[in-house]
């Protein structure tokens, strides 16, 4: 797990603006790597006061691919025919067919 510097997020919200943080990492050779982090955008007229749920909205982004990896997992070992399994081979098919 990433040990994100200043936030336990990846990314986070500050002053009407959302930032992506640092990321500090194990380097080669037992030594320690850190990847800067960057403002990624500034709330505007329409959005202001909104950075907090620009932010949450990316980190629930950052982490979709590995909840798509884990729903599919979990309908390859317990499908069933239920609203629910339907439901989820549903997500499953729309989200494989975004590019």
């Known amino acids: 797990m990433p040990d994100y510097i200043g936030s336990e997020h990846p990314y986070y919200a ?11 990492e194990p380097g080669p050779n037992g030594g ?7 403002p990624v955008c500034t709330m505007h007229d329409a959005a202001e006061g909104q950075e907090a749920a620009v932010a949450g909205l ?5 982490i979709a ?14 499908d069933r ?3 629910e399994f339907y439901a989820a081979r ?10």
């Open 65 to 78: 691919d590995e909840l798509l990896k884990a729903l599919k997992a979990v309908v390859r070992v317990a």
């Open 32 to 38: 320690t790597k850190i990847t800067m982090g960057f």
């Open 90 to 99: 549903a997500i499953i098919a729309k989200a494989d067919a975004i590019p």
């Open 81 to 83: 025919q239920t609203a």
């Open 58 to 62: 990316m980190n629930r982004g950052d």
């Open 14 to 24: 500050k002053d009407g603006k959302v930032f992506k943080a640092a990321v500090r």
